[in-house]
């Protein structure tokens, strides 16, 4: 099952050409070369949809049928004004003109020749031959050796032995927790109950974005804020920068409302943090701080970074990542921004509030689809009795949990783990304790399964808060 409408190769290879840099002439003429090869690619992912077929690995059908308006719409458009045609927009000063005329020509080319056949022909399968036979079923447990299928996704994304039925009561206590603090902030903001302050948040148009740009400027001026913030945090700070930017319009009707994207190890690309500017009139902005430190600093931007910097890590590990870890340690950082004196709006606390809520959601809905047999219509309705996430969101996180089965577990697991193994170290050392040794600790080996995690932060909390240096080999 490779494709799906927020994943797959109709959506990852349009997105390539936006991770790449170019400097040099060869630069170009190796995306060419690429683009030329661009079809195999797509007939192998084909070959692998068969083999799901003829196994009965299939996607739900009524998700397939966006998959098949993504095909198009890119097999639509015209060669110069697709995202595969975004590096000839710009040159570097240094290619001569004759060359840019080349480079121009031959890119077209190729993506005519190539790259939207490559798109026709993917399309007609999936609508003529592999939509049809999608399941009808949202849950994994419809699949063959669902439950095993399952029980093994949420091990692999929690990197934890939790069962699905442990993870889903965790998720109930954790829904009910939240709503008692989402409800202190309704009446100190003069609401009788979330539900009513929920109603007016969404009737406010101060509460709403009017334009894309504003969405973008918003997230830009949190993550700029928190940058002055770090040192009170962290002794090691990345050496990356980041950026924001809208997510791609070709996909932002099925994408998130935001997600990271890595930098270069080289430092030649910055951190990406991309932002959903569809839609904007219906997108509220009371998440945008938390969200912001999630995407960003001291969330993802920030660990992923460190690990790409540290000199005693291998390649594989400097690059590579477990959901939990990472997912936790967003979550874990959206709150680290209310220690250090922001969501003074206390709108944008309850924004907060309803971000960490998301989070606890998943846990119950994401086992409700695949564990406990629960249809569509019940998720959406859990996700409108427990939370007032806007609706564009409810909709797309909903149809995510289909596809995606287990990952969303990932991120309330790791926070609770995280925040667990701080309690654990302040208890431990008492005055001694240093929050900024502690999350020195906690990114200073790259990403971790859990459990690793808690026998290094058990190792340094038994050799004391000095015992292990910045730059001192990691296990």
């Known amino acids: 099952m490779p494709v ?32 030329k090869k661009f079809p195999r690619a797509f007939d192998q992912t084909i070959d692998h949809m068969r083999a799901g077929m003829a196994a009965g690995l299939m996607p739900p059908k009524f998700l397939l049928e966006k998959v098949a308006v993504q095909v198009d719409g890119l097999a639509g458009m015209p060669a110069d004004k697709s995202p595969f045609a975004a590096p000839l927009a710009k040159f570097p000063k240094e290619i001569p003109e004759a060359e840019q005329t080349r480079i121009r020509e031959q890119m077209l080319a190729a993506i005519n020749g190539s790259i939207l056949p490559a ?50 009561q965790t998720g109930l206590r954790e829904v009910t927790r939240i709503e008692g603090q989402m409800a202190e902030v309704a009446k100190q903001l003069g609401y009788p109950d979330v539900q009513a302050l929920n109603a007016a948040i969404e009737a406010d148009p101060k509460r709403h974005f009017h334009s894309r740009q504003e969405i973008v400027d918003l997230y830009k001026h949190y993550i700029d804020q928190m940058y002055g913030k770090l040192p009170e945090l962290f002794n090691r700070l990345p050496k990356a920068k980041v950026e924001v930017v809208p997510v791609e319009e070709f996909r932002e009707k099925e994408a998130s409302g935001a997600q990271y994207d890595t930098g270069a190890p080289d430092g030649s690309r910055p951190g990406r943090v991309q932002v959903n500017t569809g839609d904007a009139e219906h997108r509220k902005t009371i998440t945008t701080e938390s969200t912001a430190y999630h995407e960003g600093v001291p969330g993802h931007h920030m660990q992923l970074s460190i690990a790409q910097e540290l000199p005693t890590l291998p390649p594989f590990r400097q690059q590579g990542g477990y959901t939990a870890f990472a997912e936790g340690w967003a979550l874990y950082s959206e709150r680290l921004g ?54 564009v969101e409810v909709q797309s996180e909903t149809d995510r949990y289909i596809v995606w089965p287990g990952q969303a577990l ?6 609770l783990k995280i925040t667990e193994l701080r309690e654990r170290a302040k208890k431990a050392l008492g005055p001694r304790f240093d929050i900024r040794k502690f999350h020195d600790e906690v990114l200073g080996a790259g990403a971790l399964p859990l459990d690793v995690l808690e026998r290094r932060i058990d190792q340094w909390i038994a050799a004391g808060p000095g015992g292990r240096g910045l730059e001192e080999k990691t296990e």
Do not use: C
């Open 338 to 391: 209310k220690e250090v004196g922001f969501y003074q709006d206390p709108y944008s606390d309850y924004g907060r509030l309803q971000d960490e809520m998301l989070r606890a959601i998943r846990l119950v809905v994401d086992t409700g689809f695949h564990a406990k047999h629960w249809t569509r219509d019940q998720v959406v309705k859990f996700f409108h009795d427990h939370s007032g996430i806007d609706e």
């Open 119 to 168: 798109y026709v022909k993917l399309g007609k399968f999936v609508k003529e031959e592999y939509l049809p036979k999608g399941r009808t079923e949202p849950g994994m447990w419809s699949l063959p050796d669902g439950e095993a299928r399952y029980a093994f996704a949420v091990k692999e994304s929690t990197t934890t032995n939790l069962t699905p039925e442990e993870i889903h």
């Open 4 to 35: 799906n409408q927020i994943s797959g190769i109709h959506l990852l290879a349009a997105q390539f050409p936006s991770l790449l840099t170019f400097t040099t002439v060869k630069d170009y003429d190796d995306l060419i070369t690429r683009y």
């Open 410 to 415: 990932a991120y309330k697991v790791g926070q």
